[in-house]
């Protein structure tokens, strides 16, 4: 699960089109990111990736890759708001000891996604 840091700021002070740029930004490195994988808009700045074969071999790596790629953007000050994009991600695998569907896999990725969003936010406070 992935979701788009800021969307509501870029769109009340730049304007939509501003924050289209933004999510198509972010779903640029999300497929990037995941490139043998499906990647899913689930809703205004929230995505999905079913990580699938050589993705899901390498998940940790790919996601320290994703966390590192949103990290050099936010770095670089001379980019416009709307380009200077944001994301939490976090990533669950379904388990049969915890999970009696997808529905439950999915619950746990979006609960990790809002930690990793909220430890974001600590520490640019």
């Known amino acids: 699960m992935v979701d788009l840091n800021f969307l509501k700021k870029i769109n009340d002070n730049f304007g939509h089109e501003k924050g289209n740029i933004a999510i198509k930004k972010i779903c640029d490195i999300v497929c990037k990111t995941?490139?043998?994988?499906?990647?899913?808009?689930?809703?205004?700045?929230?995505?999905?990736?079913i990580v699938l074969n050589d993705?899901?071999?390498?998940?940790?790596?790919?996601?320290?890759?994703?966390?590192?790629?949103?990290?050099?953007?936010?770095?670089?000050?001379?980019l416009e708001p709307w380009e200077r994009v944001s994301a939490a991600i976090g990533y669950a695998q379904f388990d049969v000891t915890k999970d009696r569907d997808i529905k439950d896999t999915f619950k746990r990725a979006d609960d990790l996604m809002y930690e990793n969003k909220h430890a974001m936010r600590a520490t640019r406070d």
């Open 34 to 49: 995941f490139s043998h994988s499906s990647v899913f808009r689930l809703g205004g700045d929230e995505f999905v990736a």
């Open 55 to 78: 993705d899901f071999k390498n998940i940790q790596v790919l996601l320290e890759k994703f966390s590192a790629t949103m990290s050099q953007i936010w770095k670089q000050e001379n």
